[in-house]
């Protein structure tokens, strides 16, 4: 550490050690004791400009501004609230169906027999042969039940 | 906080990096929690660059909206956070400058001095303010360069290195813009202290 590169290192940064380049810190440290009245005359012309700007106060970010800056990132809670639309919609949407089929069902109860039914569901039905092949009326006859055929025989 | 040493700066792990890495996922937590970390150190630099506190907060919401937009993709290793978001509100600073060459010194006095208080302050607090009001003024007529070197290693407290490298200069060409703003401001507000009262 040389006189010239300590004055240069306060005048740059001031009297505070702190402030001084880490890597330079301890050697202009060493040589401000052994220079103590050199070291003193430079550092206390520092020290008084160092008073004068740790007065420079900021007022911290009023709260409303804090907020603002939140409430304008995009936070995950964003696409969570869509997900929960969608499933929200599909289980509307599912309920709607259920009620749908519901009530299907129980008019095809409460209804005569083959009136329920459509024509070109009942030929559809009847061509692929299954156990659904019959008409209403046919599974509310006695006997006429596919399976208490084959099991009187 | 200062240091000379390139490789030892870039090498030590970046404090935000994780809390980065929450705001990329998203994290509500992780926002709020930059935010508080961040946005004083944002007010405080560009109301100290820009001498205006609207402008300032204008200033750090722009920020805000370039972090969100990197912090999904954002890759540590390449820079650290906090001297990357001040590259980004520093050029957010000189974007406003600019576009206020015209202005003369006087305004940007006038830009800095608090509004009045109507029912009028203690003697104390008002003599506080006007000692404030004078370091924000000298500083506000600082060149620009020698502002922004000032504030970057005086208030920001980064490295001589990383305030080098924002600016896009020497260690020593900053240590020169240091030197000479500190010699200006003593001067100044000395002959302020003299001629004005004996604070």
Request: glycine share 8%; with cysteine; aromatic share 6%.
């Amino acid at each position: 550490m040389t006189p010239e590169r300590f004055h240069t290192i306060v005048a740059a940064y001031g009297a505070d050690p702190q402030r001084w380049p880490r890597d330079e810190r301890n050697d202009a440290l060493e040589w401000a004791r052994a220079h103590r009245a050199q070291a003193n005359a430079v550092l206390e012309e520092a020290l008084e400009l160092d008073s004068w700007l740790a007065r420079d106060m900021i007022a911290p970010p009023e709260r409303a501004l804090f907020e603002q800056i939140v409430a304008g990132a995009p936070v995950q809670g964003v696409v969570a609230k869509r997900r929960s639309y969608w499933w929200s919609g599909a289980a509307f949407a599912g309920v709607g169906l259920a009620g749908a089929l519901a009530g299907a069902l129980t008019m095809s109860l409460l209804m005569p027999g083959g009136t329920t039914s459509a024509p070109h569901e009942n030929s559809y039905l009847n061509t692929m042969n299954t156990s659904f092949g019959g008409s209403g009326s046919d599974w509310s006859e006695p006997g006429a039940v596919p399976g208490a055929e084959g099991s009187d025989e | 906080m200062q240091d000379r040493e390139a490789g030892k700066t870039l090498s030590e792990r970046d404090p935000d990096a994780d809390l980065v890495a929450r705001v990329g996922a998203r994290d509500p937590l992780a926002v709020r929690a930059l935010v508080a970390s961040k946005l004083p150190r944002l007010i405080a630099l560009a109301t100290r660059m820009l001498g205006d506190c609207n402008e300032a907060e204008d200033v750090a919401q722009e920020a805000f909206v370039r972090i969100w937009k990197q912090a999904p993709t954002w890759r540590t290793g390449e820079a650290k956070f906090d001297t990357w978001l001040h590259r980004v509100a520093l050029n957010l600073c000189y974007d406003r400058l600019r576009g206020r060459r015209e202005e003369t010194v006087d305004d940007l006095h006038a830009m800095t001095e608090p509004a009045p208080d109507p029912a009028g302050a203690p003697d104390q607090q008002l003599e506080a303010r006007t000692r404030d009001q004078r370091v924000r003024a000298a500083l506000a007529a600082l060149p620009v360069r020698q502002r922004e070197a000032l504030v970057l290693t005086y208030y920001q407290e980064l490295s001589n290195l990383e305030a080098a490298g924002l600016m896009g200069i020497s260690v020593d060409a900053l240590e020169s813009l240091l030197a000479r703003a500190r010699r200006t401001l003593r001067a100044q507000l000395a002959g302020d202290a003299t001629g004005k009262d004996s604070v």
